[in-house]
């Protein structure tokens, strides 16, 4: 049974420069949450993907965006990378929200902005 | 605003001293609570949900209880093995059919042998 999967696991970006993260949700799961962590802290929430949209957002600005494909993996996009937005980025898949299943995270991409 | 912390932020224990992490919240509608480990550089891996204030849950050296303000994880004998970041979450409904589990800082727990 396949976990979360995650891609790349690292990378690295100059400030300004734009970058696409991915994730394959656990098999069964439908729902795709994403998360940053920063060192030392619990993940913060960005948003949640259910039936491709967008359903709910954290205290995100606009350039982080995302989406969701009929197969349910997802992507993360940040634009206009600050040093800031260096952490450990953290896919996440569920059942439908309505379901209150828990969360299975996968690995995460650790993306370091210099 | 929905809330979460964790104390303590940091713990050490021997092997085999029994202890408590605390987690406390403030939710409106909670609809779960959520343990998880952590391990460096791995994502957060699922140990438990509580859904009512009295629920009990048990996983080995591990036992999850759920209040209505907070939730303690009792380890019990731990071992070396068992040194990680321990992280709760909350989960409330959101509109739109959306949902937000809400995480604490986590506690930092090493085992010595």
């Known amino acids: 049974d396949a976990g979360v999967t995650q891609s790349p696991t690292h990378l690295i970006k100059t400030r300004g420069q734009q970058v696409t993260l991915r994730c394959s949700p656990k098999s069964g799961h439908d729902t795709v949450s994403w998360y940053q962590q920063a060192l030392g802290q619990g993940p913060q929430f960005i948003f949640q993907?259910?039936?491709?949209?967008?359903?709910q957002r954290g205290n995100f600005p606009d350039r982080f965006s995302g989406h969701q494909f009929p197969n349910y993996s997802s992507e993360l996009n940040v634009n206009a990378l600050l040093l800031g937005d260096s952490a450990l980025y953290l896919c996440a898949s569920s059942l439908a929200p309505g379901r209150y299943s828990p969360l299975h995270f996968g690995n995460g991409t650790r993306l370091t902005v210099t | 605003e929905d809330q979460v912390t964790q104390s303590p932020e940091a713990l050490r224990l021997q092997e085999g001293e029994s202890s408590s992490l605390n987690c406390s919240y403030t939710v409106s509608g909670l609809r779960g609570l959520f343990w998880y480990r952590q391990d460096p550089g791995k994502g957060p891996e699922f140990l438990f949900t509580l859904y009512s204030a009295g629920e009990e849950k048990e996983k080995e050296r591990l036992k999850a209880t759920l209040t209505k303000k907070e939730s303690f994880l009792h380890i019990t004998a731990p071992k070396p093995e068992d040194s990680a970041t321990y992280l709760c979450a909350v989960l409330a409904p959101r509109d739109n059919y959306g949902q937000n589990f809400v995480f604490g800082p986590g506690t930092r727990l090493s085992v010595l042998p």
């Open positions: 993907y259910y039936e491709e949209e967008e359903r």
